[in-house]
């Protein structure tokens, strides 16, 4: 099995509507079988920007965290197609085991 993570901004939008919600969307549509979207406090990506959006008077959007886990080659195919429909954000995959 295969566990996806997809790190996105929580304010990042696809059309109308939160991009970690279109990926939920997505993912389901799709018959993974199961994700959760966490949203981050604190965190910095590639530019090395502390984001602490949770202090006060802050502008920095959360960090936000997408893992969906599935069988290896269905992972694989709902990435590819996902990286049509978006190309933001950060995925890593790893493989995992079920006990």
């Known amino acids: 099995m295969l566990q996806a993570h997809i790190y996105i901004d ?13 990926i939920l969307e997505f993912l389901l549509k799709n018959g993974i079988v199961g994700a ?3 949203r981050g406090v604190m965190g910095f ?4 920007h502390l984001k602490n ?13 997408i893992i ?12 590819k197609e996902l990286k049509k429909e978006n190309s933001t954000g950060f995925t890593i ?3 995992v ?3």
């Open 10 to 22: 929580k304010e990042e939008m696809k059309g109308e509507k939160p991009l970690y919600q279109f």
């Open 36 to 38: 959760t979207a966490f």
């Open 45 to 48: 990506g590639r530019n090395h």
């Open 53 to 65: 959006p949770d202090r006060l008077f802050s502008f920095d959007e959360p960090p936000m965290l």
């Open 68 to 79: 969906f886990i599935d069988e290896k080659d269905k992972v694989r195919n709902v990435l």
């Open 93 to 95: 995959v790893s493989e």
């Open 97 to 99: 085991e079920k006990i």
